[in-house]
C-alpha cells in the first residue's frame, strides 16, 4: 500500500481535484473513485486523503458543504471552486507536460 | 476564493474550533462507516468489517492531527497547552510562583510608577488639538516679569509692545498666543457674588484673546475668550477650567454668566474650558480662572502691562503648515530686535551694543511651557535608572529560580526528550512559562505601581491643588508595562529554557551520580555577582542621597522657626491702592498684637525659605564699579527681623522712625559686606544705590547674619533689607506705579504654639476686610521642609529602591546556597562520615557565599566611584566620593550575604551523616 508521498509529489492534489470536477463527493467516495478509476492501481491510503482535503480547502480550491446522503446520514461534500478548476486546468496541464516527457524518456531506454 | 472568504474560513476554525473538530470527527466516522458497510457487504462479519476499514483507513489520530494542522491553527493549540500546562505547573510550586510574581511585581511596579511622572512631566503633550504644530518662541524659562537685558541675547520672555508687533507681522502663523509667565507667583482672590463666602485666593492666568483658539480648543459649557474680551475697556470676563468648577463649585450651571469678584473687580465667567484642560504647562497647582491680558491693569494693578521695558510674557503660536522653522526663526529673531531697539532700556549706548546679540530659539510646543520638566528632568533620570537596576536585580533572581528550577526538572524534561518531544518544544514551554510568570508579574506590578504613583505624588507635591498627573495608570503606561514584562520573561526566561533543553536525556537519567560536583553552575554564580554588585551601586547612591538631605536639612539657616507661622497675604489682590497700605499694615500689626500670646508681628515683601526672590544690581558709593551678581532685596517692617529670628551683628534694625519721609536706610546682611567692601571697611554709614546714578540712595545702618532665603543651595547670597515703605530718592516713579510695597508675607511669633492660628488668622485678616483672603498659610518649620521636598523624595526613593536591591540580593544568595548545600547534601554527609566537623562544614559553605560577594564587591566598587560623578551635581555638598557612605555600604552589603550564607551553613553543619548515606 503506498503512502501518498509515495505518489508523485502533488499528484494527489490533482487526483482530488480531478475527481470532484463532474459532481461534489464525500471523502470516502473520492477515495473509492480513484481506486475504481484507476483500476485498483493507484491505492490511496484512505487516512491521507483528509489532510490533503483540508489543504485545499484552507487554500480555496475546493470548498466543503455539510449534507445529507441517500442513506441520511450527515457527510461532508466537497466540490471544485472557480479557482479550483483554475487549478486544476494548470495542474492537468502540467501533469501532460511530465507524463510526456517521462514517456519520451522511458521509450527512448528501451528502443 | 476571496481574501475575505480565506480569513472567514480561518477565523471560522479558530473560534468555532470546538464545532470544528466535531465535524472533523464525523467526517472520519463518516468514512469508516462506509468502508465497514461496503465491507459487510462484501460478505465480512460486522466485527472483521470494522478491522478491515480500521486498517485500510491508516491510523487514525495521526490523521486528525494532520488534518488541524493544515487549519493552520497550530502553533496557537500548542501554546494553550504550553499554557495550560505552564499554569498547573506553577500552582504546583505555591511557594516559588509566589516569590517570583512578588519580586517580578515590585521591580516592574517601580518601574510603572516612575514611569507614570516620567511620561506625565517629560514625555507628555498638552490635551489640545494637533499638539505637533505648536511652537514656542524661546527655549528658557526666565520669569517672571524682568526690564534689564540678557547678556547672550536669548530671549523667551517678551513685552506686550513685541507681542503686538509679531502679530502683526509673523502671518506664518496661524494664531500666536501671550500668556502671562509668572502667574504661579501672583495668585488672584475670588469671591462669588451674592454669596456668603470667603474670598478665597486661587491660580489665575492673564492670557491673549486668541489662547483658546491657538490651542484649538472648544468650551465646555458657555463660551472661551475671544480678542474682543481682549480690548481695553470690554467688560472683563473669564473663563474657569473644568477641574476647578467641579471642584469648587460642584460642576453647579449657575456659574456661567454669574458676576463674580477678581482682586475686588466685577469679572463675569463666560464659560468652562475644556474638561482635562490645564492650561500652556504642566503645574502643581493649574489656574482655575483664565483671564484676558488687557484685564490686567484693572484687576492687578500692575503697571508693566503695558510697559515696553517690561518683559512678562511667553508666546505660543500654531505655525501654518509648511512653514520652514530655520527661516521663520530668523525671522522673529530680527522682529525681536527692531522691537527692543526701539525701547528706552536699549536706547543707551552700552546696552547697544549688545542689541544684535538678539535672537530667539524656537522650541517645540507641543508640550506647552516645560519649567516643571526642567525642574524635575534630572531627578527623574535618575530615578529611571535607579528603578531599571532594581528590575535588573529583580530579573538575575528569577532567573536564577528557573535555573534551579530547570535543574530540579531535568528528570521530568528528560523523559519527555527521550519520548520524543522536540527540544523546540520543550523550551517553547519553558518559556511559556516564564511568560505567565512575567504577565502574572506585570499585572501584580501595575496594582503596586497604581499605589506607588499615589503615595509618590503625595510626596513629591504636597501643596498641589488640582495637580493635573493622574496616578491611574495610561495607555502609555500600560503599554510600557507589558513591553517591560514581555522583556523581563525574554531576559529571565531564555537563558534557563535553553540549559534545560540541551540537556541529554541518557545524562539526567543516570541518576545517583555522586561526586564534589559545583552544585551550581557558572551562569548562577554570574547573576549572584551581578546582582550584588548592583545592589552596591544602588546602596552607595541611596547613602549619598540620604546624607545630602541630612546635611540640608541640618544647615544652619540663621533663623528661628519656633513658634512661628507664616501668613502669605495679597493686599493688591484685596483691593488696596499703594497710598492705602501704610495704614493697612499698621492695622494688621495692631489686630495681631491685640491677640493673647502674640510676641511678634512682622510683614515682608517674602519670607525666609520661600520660592521667591527679588534682585537688583549693587553700587557703592565712592567706591570703583562693584563686581558681583547684585543682592537681592527685601521690603520689611521694624518686627520682621525678630519675628523670623535674623540676628542683628552691627547698627541697628529697621526702627518705626524710618518713614517714607526720613532719609531711606537699609540694613544689610554679612555676605554683603563681605563681598562689596574691602576688608576692614565699617559698612555703617556707608551709601550704597543699584548703579552710579543712584548710588546714595540707601545709607547703611545696621548689618545682620545670613539668614537662608530661598535655596540652601544659594551660596554667599548678598542681600539687604529696607522699610516696607521708604521709597529711594532715585526712584521718580509715580507710587502707583510701585508694586514693592505690597508686603506678601505675613510673620508671627507666639509665645507658645497656638493650635487655632491659622483660624483666628483667616478671622483677624477678615475682620479688617473680608478681601483679604490667606493665600497659604503654614508654620514657619512646613515652609522650610518644603523647600526640602524634591531632595527628600529622591532620597527616600533611592533608600526604597536601595534597601528593595538589597533584599533581592540577599534573597537571590540565599537561594543559591540553600540551593547549593542541598545539591551537596551526600558529599558534605560523606566528608563528615570522614571526620570533617560542622564548624568545618559552616566555614566552608559561608566561605562559598561570601566568595561572591567579594567578587560583587570587587566589580561594584569601581562602577561606583564611575557613577558617583553623575550624581555629583544633585548632591549637596559631596564631591567625589564619600568614603563613610561607601564603607557603611560594604558592611551593610556584607552582613546581608554573611546572613544568607548562613542559614543554609548552619542547616549544612547539621547534615547528618549516616542518614544523608543511607537515603540514597
Known sequence: MGKPSDLVQGTLDLLILKTIALEPKHGWAIAKRIEQISSDVLQVQQGSLYPALHRLEQKGWIKGKRAETETGRIAKFYCLTPAGRLQLEKESANWNRLSAAINLVVQAQSS | ?920
Open chain 2, 1 to 920: 476564493m476571496s481574501l475575505f472568504d480565506h480569513l472567514r474560513l480561518r477565523i471560522q476554525t479558530l473560534f468555532r474550533r470546538q464545532r470544528s473538530v466535531e465535524h472533523l470527527d464525523d467526517e472520519l466516522q463518516f468514512h469508516l462507516d462506509q468502508q465497514a458497510a461496503e465491507n459487510i457487504a462484501a460478505g465480512m462479519n460486522p466485527r472483521e468489517a470494522r478491522y478491515a476499514a480500521s486498517r485500510t483507513f491508516g491510523n487514525r489520530t495521526l490523521v486528525d492531527e494532520d488534518t488541524r494542522t493544515t487549519w493552520g491553527w497550530n502553533w496557537l493549540d500548542h501554546f494553550l497547552q504550553d499554557l495550560r500546562f505552564a499554569f498547573r505547573q506553577l500552582a504546583k510550586t505555591p511557594g516559588f510562583t509566589a516569590t517570583a510574581i512578588l519580586t517580578l511585581a515590585l521591580g516592574i511596579g517601580a518601574n510603572a510608577a516612575i514611569f507614570t511622572l516620567v511620561h506625565a512631566i517629560l514625555l507628555k503633550s498638552l490635551p489640545v488639538a494637533n499638539p505637533q504644530s505648536l511652537v514656542r518662541l524661546g527655549n528658557n524659562n526666565d520669569c517672571c516679569v524682568t526690564s534689564g537685558t540678557r547678556d547672550d541675547g536669548n530671549f523667551s520672555l517678551f513685552s506686550t509692545a513685541t507681542y503686538e508687533m509679531l502679530r502683526k507681522n509673523l502671518p506664518e502663523f496661524e494664531e500666536l498666543a501671550a500668556i502671562q509667565a509668572g502667574f504661579g507667583y501672583r495668585p488672584i482672590t475670588v469671591r462669588r457674588d451674592h454669596s456668603q463666602e470667603n474670598a478665597r485666593s486661587v491660580m489665575g492666568e492673564f492670557v491673549s484673546g486668541n489662547y483658546f483658539r491657538t490651542f484649538g480648543l472648544n468650551p465646555y459649557a458657555g463660551r472661551l475668550l475671544t480678542d474682543d474680551d481682549d480690548r481695553k475697556g470690554a467688560p472683563v470676563v473669564a473663563v474657569m477650567s473644568y477641574e476647578a468648577w467641579q471642584r469648587t463649585y460642584a460642576g453647579d450651571p449657575s456659574v456661567i454668566g454669574r458676576a463674580f469678584f477678581v482682586n475686588t473687580q466685577p469679572v463675569t465667567i463666560a464659560g468652562i474650558a475644556p474638561r482635562g484642560f490645564y492650561g500652556d504647562r504642566l503645574a502643581t497647582s493649574p489656574p482655575e480662572l483664565y483671564l484676558p491680558i488687557e484685564s490686567m491693569p484693572a484687576l492687578a494693578n500692575t503697571p508693566y502691562v503695558h510697559d515696553p521695558d517690561s518683559s512678562w510674557l511667553y508666546f505660543i503660536g500654531r505655525v501654518k503648515p509648511g512653514v520652514s522653522l530655520p527661516v521663520l526663526q530668523q525671522k522673529i529673531s530680527s522682529l525681536v530686535e527692531q522691537s527692543l531697539a526701539q525701547t528706552k532700556l536699549y536706547s543707551s549706548e552700552e546696552n547697544k551694543k549688545v542689541l544684535p546679540k538678539t535672537h530667539v530659539v524656537l522650541t517645540p510646543g507641543a508640550s506647552g511651557i516645560l519649567s516643571m520638566r526642567s525642574e524635575y528632568a534630572s531627578n527623574l533620570r535618575l530615578l529611571q535608572f535607579v528603578s531599571g537596576l532594581v528590575l535588573l536585580i529583580a530579573c538575575a533572581n528569577i532567573a536564577n529560580l528557573l535555573l534551579v528550577r530547570g535543574a530540579q526538572r531535568k528528570l521530568e524534561l528528560s523523559v519527555r526528550t527521550a519520548l520524543g518531544a522536540p527540544r523546540g518544544r520543550i523550551v517553547r514551554q519553558l518559556l511559556t512559562e516564564s511568560l505567565l510568570l512575567a504577565v502574572l508579574g506585570g499585572l501584580a506590578g501595575l496594582f503596586l505601581a497604581y499605589l506607588g504613583t499615589s503615595f509618590l505624588l503625595s510626596w513629591a507635591f504636597p501643596n498641589a491643588i488640582g495637580l493635573p498627573i493622574d496616578a491611574r495608570p495610561s495607555f502609555e503606561v500600560l503599554a510600557f508595562a507589558t513591553a517591560l514584562s514581555l522583556l523581563t520573561a525574554a531576559l529571565f526566561g531564555a537563558a534557563p529554557a535553553w540549559i534545560a533543553a540541551k540537556t541529554h536525556p541518557a545524562d539526567a537519567l543516570r541518576t545517583g551520580s555522586r561526586g564534589t560536583i559545583s552544585g551550581a553552575s557558572f551562569l548562577q554564580r554570574v547573576l549572584v555577582i551581578a546582582q550584588a554588585a548592583l545592589s552596591l551601586v544602588l546602596l552607595v547612591g541611596a547613602g549619598l542621597f540620604s546624607r545630602s538631605l541630612t546635611k540640608l536639612e541640618s544647615t544652619d539657616l540663621k533663623l528661628d522657626s519656633r513658634n512661628r507661622y507664616i501668613v502669605h497675604v495679597n493686599p493688591q489682590a484685596a483691593g488696596y491702592s499703594q497710598r492705602q497700605l501704610e495704614a493697612l499694615y499698621r492695622t494688621i500689626e495692631q489686630r495681631f498684637h491685640s491677640l493673647p500670646g502674640i510676641v511678634n508681628v512682622g510683614l515682608a515683601t517674602y519670607s525666609p525659605m520661600e520660592d521667591n526672590n527679588w534682585g537688583t544690581g549693587i553700587q557703592i558709593q565712592g567706591l570703583p564699579d562693584t563686581k558681583g551678581d547684585g543682592a537681592s532685596f527685601v521690603k520689611i517692617t521694624p518686627e520682621y527681623f525678630d519675628s523670623v529670628g535674623t540676628k542683628l551683628i552691627m547698627g541697628r534694625g529697621i526702627s518705626p522712625q524710618d518713614t517714607p519721609a526720613s532719609h531711606a536706610v537699609s540694613v544689610v546682611n554679612q555676605a554683603f559686606v563681605k563681598d562689596y567692601f574691602p576688608a576692614g571697611t565699617n559698612p555703617i554709614g556707608q551709601h550704597f544705590g543699584g548703579d552710579r546714578e543712584s548710588a546714595g540712595d540707601f545709607e547703611i545702618v545696621g548689618v545682620v547674619e545670613d539668614t537662608v532665603y530661598q535655596s540652601v543651595r544659594w551660596k554667599d547670597h548678598h542681600m539687604f533689607f529696607v522699610p516696607m515703605m521708604q521709597r529711594p530718592a532715585s526712584d521718580k516713579d509715580p507710587i502707583e506705579n510701585d508694586t514693592s510695597l505690597y508686603a506678601g508675607a505675613l510673620v508671627l511669633q507666639t509665645q507658645a504654639p497656638i493650635a487655632n492660628m491659622e483660624q483666628l488668622a483667616r478671622q483677624t485678616l477678615a475682620e479688617i476686610n473680608p478681601n483679604l483672603a490667606v493665600v497659604k498659610f503654614q508654620t514657619f518649620d512646613q515652609q522650610i521642609t518644603d523647600q526640602f521636598n524634591g531632595d527628600r523624595l529622591v532620597a527616600r526613593l533611592t533608600t526604597l529602591f536601595g534597601a528593595l536591591a538589597l533584599l533581592l540580593a540577599t534573597i537571590g544568595l540565599y537561594g543559591l546556597t540553600a540551593y547549593t548545600v542541598a545539591r551537596r547534601t551526600s558529599e558534605i554527609g560523606i566528608r563528615m562520615a570522614l571526620g570533617a566537623n560542622p564548624a568545618g562544614v559552616t566555614a566552608m559553605v559561608l566561605r562559598g557565599a561570601l566568595l561572591q560577594t567579594l567578587v560583587g564587591l570587587l566589580i561594584g566598587v569601581p562602577a561606583v566611584l564611575l557613577c558617583v560623578r553623575f550624581v555629583e551635581s544633585q548632591l549637596y555638598e559631596i564631591k567625589g566620593m564619600d568614603y563613610t557612605v561607601l564603607l557603611i555600604a560594604i558592611l551593610t552589603l556584607a552582613a546581608a550575604s554573611a546572613l544568607a550564607g548562613f542559614l543554609p551553613a548552619r542547616r549544612a553543619a547539621l547534615t547528618d551523616p549516616a542518614q544523608t548515606l543511607r537515603a540514597e
